[in-house]
């Protein structure tokens, strides 16, 4: 019976495991998405987010955008693969007044720097670039630019999921002046009005999105992108869950099977003093759900530890996030009943087997 509760418990573990990991870095990647990037409307060229995929537009066209009349600011938002310090980080580029503003970076150390300190080249970093490469308020590293060898000064800290390898922001203008880029991948509309939002949207795609290939997402949409391209990097891991969960039921089926063999003579005997077919069929049935709900728990305390180890020790070494870790409790109870209620109809079949032996024989079997 070992086996049988052992491999559930793994399939039930894995799955909350994942589950909790996935859950853990949705939840982070929503709440930094909904206090890091505040725009109505994000206007990309080529692909719905900035990244590699998509084409960097002419700044130009942000003029034509603040023309509209629902439109209160527009944010030229440019990200640059690019090598620093031995890693190949995102440049992100943005006008830190309207950022400031209207976003709410959450800050681990330092404080966003003012205009006078980014003039002396005081920038902020992510998170993960920070732990990678130990920088703090107040270190100095260098990256090179077209313009030549560039030292940064780090002033603050901030949770960002835009690279897994890290990111660094720097005042557009200080961009424009280093790098020599003035291209743009995303236009951040700010609006007057967030009624006007649709109309803006069908403005802006009737005007330029024929000519420049535009994507306009509003943020709601922007979240949802984000989420669905998290479920598409994990969609192996659940496919793996489900095999492990049919693996570990098959081996209940399998165990109550053998079982029938090992106690024919107990069962011949509970026949010939009285119990019934439905009684013997109750007996190997709730057998089968004790399995169940005792692979069921064990599951979920391994899926507990091990989802808070990945999260907080595995995934921490190989990104650079600290995500606060959230155990999926809803889901560890659904999915206990109901690897549960699996269990206890995979015991039927051999159930029904063993309530049809025929009694003499089986008392004779030795």
């Not at 440049?91 to 205009?115: A, D, F, H």
């Not at 970093?125 to 313009?147: A, C, D, I, M």
């Not at 999921?161 to 990111?167: E, F, L, P």
């Not at 802006?204 to 306009?216: A, I, P």
Request: contains cysteine; aromatic residues 8%; proline residues 4%.
């Amino acid at each position: 019976t070992a086996v049988p509760v052992s491999a559930l418990a793994i399939g039930v573990g894995m799955t909350l495991c994942v589950a909790g990991f996935v859950g853990s870095f949705q939840h982070s990647s929503e709440r930094w998405i909904e206090r890091s990037v505040p725009a109505d409307l994000f206007i990309t060229s080529s692909a719905r987010v900035s990244g590699v995929q998509n084409t960097p537009m002419e700044e130009g066209l942000a003029d034509e955008l603040a023309k509209l009349p629902a439109v209160e600011h527009v944010d030229k938002l440019r990200v640059l693969p690019h090598d620093v310090m031995g890693l190949r980080i995102y440049i992100v580029s943005l006008n830190p007044e309207i950022y400031g503003t209207r976003g709410k970076p959450e800050i681990l150390e330092g404080k966003l720097p003012t205009w006078e300190e980014r003039q002396q080249n005081k920038v902020t970093v992510s998170e993960n670039f920070s732990r990678r490469r130990n920088l703090h308020p107040g270190t100095r590293f260098q990256v090179r630019t077209p313009t030549g060898e560039r030292e940064y000064e780090v002033s603050a800290v901030i949770t960002d999921y835009t690279s897994d390898q890290g990111v660094l922001f720097l005042d557009r203008r200080i961009f424009v002046e280093h790098f020599k880029d003035t291209r743009v991948d995303t236009f951040e509309l700010y609006l007057k009005d967030r009624a006007q939002l649709e109309v803006t949207r069908q403005r802006v795609t009737q005007n330029w999105g024929e000519k420049f290939n535009l994507y306009v997402l509003s943020n709601q949409e922007l979240r949802a992108e984000a989420k669905r391209l998290v479920d598409d990097a994990f969609a192996i891991t659940y496919a793996m869950e489900i095999v492990a969960a049919l693996l570990a039921l098959l081996g209940v089926i399998n165990t109550l099977l053998a079982a029938i063999i090992d106690r024919t003579r107990e069962i011949g005997l509970l026949r010939a003093i009285g119990a019934s077919r439905r009684q013997v069929v109750a007996l190997f049935v709730t057998e089968a759900g004790l399995m169940g709900v005792t692979g069921s728990v064990l599951g979920a305390l391994a899926g507990y530890c091990l989802g808070y180890i990945i999260t907080q020790v595995v995934g921490v070494e190989g990104t650079g996030w600290r995500v606060p870790y959230i155990f999926p409790t809803a889901m560890a109870l659904q999915f206990g009943l109901a690897a549960a209620a699996c269990a206890t109809v995979a015991g039927f079949y051999p159930a029904r087997k063993a309530s049809h032996l025929n009694v003499v024989e089986a008392l004779a079997y030795e």
